[in-house]
């Protein structure tokens, strides 16, 4: 008997009814030669330190170095205090009894990181000996599983992958258990007070932003603003330089030669440079950035989107959805046309697929170098039926970016025209000329803004033309926005660092902080234990995560490039790079930011004396 082990039963169950496998049994399907069971997600995890014989909270105890790591049962609570999970120890005993008989086993868990982790951390608690084989796949249609059946991969290519999600778990474990311990010890309240690998920096980076917005002081500053007339339409210049004081300002716009004070020719066209331009289309979505669109557009949180978006998966409508990848290759490419062709009768993008069906395909998100485990978020082409709004949003997210990421450019006409008059003005205004992949989702460019103009007239340098009013505009600087979910999860993309270019930040993902398939977890993380909240659209601090903040900020655990650091470094294990090294380098700093944490807890205040979370 050739058992398949799934990572839950629904996924159990498709790939079952897929081999025509229909007997049900408690804690499997069997049929056709086959077994099909499966874990609930993470059945097993490191175990709590008292295995270790680490008891109680205790400064004697840090930093817990374990000699080597055990693996427990999951655990939870009851009226009886902490026990392992029945319904997992009985689904274990399960797979192991099939285990044992198994002629074969084959892996069908997610095709991912923690996929890979959870079956193993399975196999090697059971003791299993017996080789296995991977099934890899990107979709959940018939058609990818038969095909992934056909090309099953033997399981020892996996061992490296394996590899980078154990140092994650052990990473994790170690910094999280002895920070927390050691602050928590430290400040001496009855508070659990939680730190982490990749969640301490998150809460620092939006910290410092709400602290830098709320402390923020306004600066006056001023510009002056011309009106010009070329036969009689009218378009608005700004002075090329900012002002402090409206005196400045003064002396530019008494300089001004306008219709008041008699001059008829008061401003003098000095250049006008209007060139066309192309614009790409987006790359295809992978789960952070359609995380984040969904945010912008629908105002769903990380989580929401993701949980919608692994629905639609095992629902067999888009393709994996826990990718870091934006890209495609040569293969699935070859397939898109027909892929559109399925999208004709769409009723929001039906007259853009079926313009899509005759045009060349834009090939920006065709590389299969950047593909990595799996390639970007594609619809499946099955169809789709009834579907609840939510579902509805994030799938049309889906087949409207696919749509535009294989457009035409937007093709625009962008100029800016420099009038002299006392001193210089400047006025810009774009003119598309076609929609291109805008004509998907018709939104507006966003280059257009902050526009003053909605248009501007043919002019030629050396003309001069009427001035007809002139002013003063007083502004204000303003503060960085503070985060939402949107920009936070762009944020973590690159630890932090600002790149507005897609393909740049694309490039730092490897340096980023957390993973796509983690991030909405780590935000949901913060709100659970209260150190952040939501407000409106924006996530603010709590005085609980901002005093937790004042302790931590000045320490690497803190730091959010020493975090993405050991996220790049956990892509270079994967690839074959020492486990000894990054081992050795997490327990050196679990000792030391260990005892920076019991000196530093010693300042914090909480003003809410029983704030307790998970560790």
Same mark, same amino acid.
Not at 448 to 473: R, Y
Not at 579 to 585: G, K, L, P, Y
């Given at each position: ?86 319904? =997992?120890?009985? !689904?274990? @005993?399960?797979?192991?009894? #099939? %285990?044992?008989?198994? $002629?074969?086993?084959?892996?069908? /868990? ?113 510009? =002056?603003?011309? !009106?010009? @007339?070329?036969?009689?339409? #009218? %378009?608005?210049?700004? $002075?090329?330089?900012?002002?402090? /004081? ?370």
């Amino acid at each position: 008997m050739k058992v398949i082990i799934a990572e839950k039963p629904s996924v159990a169950r498709e790939i079952a009814k897929v081999f025509g496998a229909t007997t049900k049994r408690e804690g499997y399907i069997e049929g056709k030669g086959y077994t099909f069971t499966w874990a609930f997600g993470h059945l097993l995890q490191l175990a709590p330190p008292q295995e270790y014989g680490y008891y109680g909270w205790s400064v004697q105890n840090l930093p817990m170095l374990p000699a080597k790591f055990k693996l427990s049962i999951r655990k939870v609570k009851t009226k009886d205090g902490i026990v392992e999970d029945p319904a =997992v120890k009985k !689904q274990l @005993d399960i797979i192991k009894t #099939l %285990f044992d008989d198994a $002629s074969e086993i084959i892996v069908a /868990t997610d095709a991912g990181r923690e996929g890979e982790l959870i079956f193993r951390y399975i196999y090697y608690y059971l003791k299993c000996k017996k080789p296995f084989k991977r099934l890899w796949i990107s979709s959940q249609t018939d058609a990818a599983i038969k095909d992934g059946f056909r090309n099953l991969k033997p399981g020892s290519d996996y061992d490296t992958l394996f590899n980078s999600a154990h140092c994650r778990s052990q990473s994790d474990w170690l910094v999280g258990m002895n920070a927390t311990q050691a602050l928590s010890i430290s400040a001496g309240t009855r508070s659990v007070l939680s730190l982490g690998r990749v969640q301490t920096p998150t809460l620092a980076m939006i910290c410092a932003r709400f602290l830098e917005n709320k402390n923020f002081v306004p600066q006056p500053y001023f510009q =002056v603003a011309i !009106q010009v @007339d070329k036969d009689g339409q #009218l %378009f608005r210049a700004i $002075s090329t330089q900012s002002f402090k /004081t409206k005196d400045e300002a003064q002396l530019i716009l008494d300089k001004v030669e306008d219709v008041a004070t008699g001059f008829q020719q008061g401003g003098h066209i000095l250049s006008v440079d209007g060139k066309p331009r192309k614009e790409p289309p987006p790359l295809l979505h992978d789960l952070s950035s359609l995380q984040q669109e969904a945010n912008k557009r629908k105002g769903f949180t990380a989580d929401q989107t993701l949980s919608i978006l692994q629905n639609l998966y095992e629902s067999k409508l888009v393709t994996y959805p826990r990718t870091g990848s934006r890209y495609i290759g040569d293969d699935v490419f070859a397939g898109v046309p027909a892929l559109i062709a399925k999208f004709t009768d769409h009723p929001m993008f039906g007259k853009q697929a079926a313009a899509l069906g005759t045009a060349k395909l834009n090939k920006r998100s065709v590389n299969a170098k950047k593909v990595t485990d799996h390639h970007a978020i594609l619809p499946t082409g099955e169809a789709a039926g009834q579907m609840s709004p939510d579902k509805q949003a994030i799938y049309d997210l889906v087949v409207g970016r696919m749509l535009e990421a294989f457009h035409q450019d937007c093709l625009k006409d962008v100029t800016k025209i420099v009038v002299q008059s006392g001193s210089k003005f400047s006025a810009s205004g774009t003119v598309i000329k076609s929609a291109g992949w805008r004509a998907v989702f018709n939104d507006p460019d966003d280059e257009k803004k902050d526009e003053e103009n909605a248009s501007l007239p043919k002019v030629v340098a050396g003309e001069n033309l009427p001035v007809t009013n002139k002013a003063i505009l007083e502004k204000q600087t303003k503060p960085k926005p503070l985060y939402n979910e949107a920009s936070l999860l762009k944020a973590l993309e690159t630890a932090g660092k600002e790149i507005e270019d897609e393909e740049l930040r694309y490039a730092m993902k490897e340096s980023g902080l957390g993973t796509p398939a983690t991030r909405a977890a780590i935000i949901e993380t913060l709100i659970t234990r209260d150190y952040i909240k939501r407000e409106k659209k924006n996530l603010v601090p709590t005085e609980t995560g901002l005093s937790v903040y004042e302790v931590v900020k000045e320490h690497k655990i803190a730091q959010a490039e020493l975090t993405g650091n050991w996220e790049k470094r956990l892509e270079e294990i994967r690839s074959g790079a020492s486990v000894t090294a990054f081992q050795e380098e997490i327990k050196n700093y679990t000792c030391t930011i260990t005892q920076e944490l019991l000196k530093a807890g010693k300042r914090l205040t909480i003003n809410k004396p029983d704030v307790v979370a998970e560790k």
